[in-house]
């Protein structure tokens, strides 16, 4: 992915993001977890962020909290909101 910054010169980010696209069909507030396939917590993208009604996108750059490249392996994420409920689904991510 390349980015233009104010002079337009393009910079490059390490490697892709990876995206996550979720629908909102009201205001409401989102939390969205990466965990390990054993269940440890990687990253949390969003803690309880008030958003509104729409389909916003959250993007993962393969990094934990710490900031160091996650390994290449299954992971889940769940999406949970304080009134639309709960989603969990399975990536897998290919690091160097």
Known sequence: LSQLVQDNS????PWPET????ELPA????TLKIY???GVLVRTLLDQVPQSPGDPDAFWDGRTG???IASS?????????????T??????????
């Open 10 to 13: 393009p910079t490059i980010t």
């Open 87 to 96: 989603v969990a689904n399975k990536m897998i991510l290919f690091s160097n």
């Open 19 to 22: 995206r996550f696209h979720y």
């Open 73 to 85: 392996g299954a992971y889940f994420y769940v999406i949970e909101t304080q009134n639309s409920g």
């Open 36 to 38: 390990t396939s054993t």
């Open 27 to 30: 205001a409401d507030v989102v």
């Open 66 to 68: 710490d900031g160091t």
